[in-house]
């Protein structure tokens, strides 16, 4: 079965230092990839896509993920943390071949900014 | 402003009180689906349309309905509802059925059933 796993519940850094939110998928082919950010009280938000363009993905906010197939991996990076960062972060994929109605969610990443 | 439309935002009702949570996006989305979140089991699909009248079931639809007479509406029915139900709920919608496109978030509607 596919399935997304996003490694770490919760990730803590200081405001400045780089953000990094891992996720890896199993698919037998190449899906499509997206990290969705949550604020407190908010609907999610698509930070940035991955639907076999080009495997370094630029989003929104100075967020990037890259697209690795030999690692099944598509990890969120950020060089330098700030405070409005503070969500949960969701990475979500698609299974090669599927649709909308196959969208397959990782638990989430919580991340936590200090001054 | 482009956007997914959820009502009520908040409510608590008792068990078996039919109740039903409203969803209207602006945007000619053919796409639109409800998921609930529940902490640890992150967002699971309970219905989903593919356009009006055309309706499936998600991964956990049982004490669930929906209908999609409208292009905009897609409305959560819970005909009797439990406990097990509290949650917070999320309606979503995208242009096509396609796995290219991103899906849009409605705020949510956290529901109690006591």
């Known amino acids: 079965a596919q399935s997304v796993t996003q490694l770490d519940s919760h990730v803590s850094v200081s405001e400045g230092t780089p953000v990094l939110l891992r996720c890896n998928y199993s698919?037998?082919?190449?899906?499509?990839l997206f990290w969705y950010v949550q604020h407190p009280n908010k609907g999610l938000q698509l930070l940035l896509k991955?639907?076999?363009?080009?495997?370094l993905v630029k989003g929104i906010n100075g967020f990037e993920a890259e697209f690795k197939k030999s690692e099944t991996s598509f990890h969120l990076t950020k060089p330098s943390a700030h405070m409005s960062d503070a969500a949960e972060y969701f990475c979500?994929?698609?299974?090669?071949?599927?649709?909308?109605?196959?969208?397959?969610f990782g638990k989430g990443t919580k991340l936590s900014v200090k001054p | 402003e482009a956007q997914v439309t959820q009502n009520p935002r908040y409510l608590i009702t008792v068990t078996g009180k039919k109740l039903t949570v409203t969803c209207s996006q602006n945007m000619n989305h053919e796409y639109m689906s409800w998921y609930r979140q529940d902490p640890g089991l992150g967002l699971r699909q309970i219905y989903y349309?593919?356009?009006?009248?055309?309706?499936d079931k998600g991964d956990v639809p049982e004490g669930y309905k929906v209908s999609r007479k409208e292009k905009r509406n897609f409305p959560l029915i819970l005909e009797s509802p439990s406990p097990n139900q509290t949650s917070l709920y999320f309606c979503?919608?995208?242009?096509?059925?396609?796995?290219?496109?991103?899906?849009?978030f409605g705020d949510g509607t956290r529901l109690s059933i006591l």
């Open positions: 698919s037998s082919y190449s899906p499509s």
């Open positions: 991955y639907t076999s363009a080009a495997t």
């Open positions: 979503a919608s995208s242009y096509t059925r396609n796995s290219n496109q991103p899906q849009h």
């Open positions: 349309s593919m356009n009006v009248e055309v309706t």
């Open positions: 979500v994929v698609i299974p090669y071949g599927g649709s909308q109605g196959n969208l397959i």
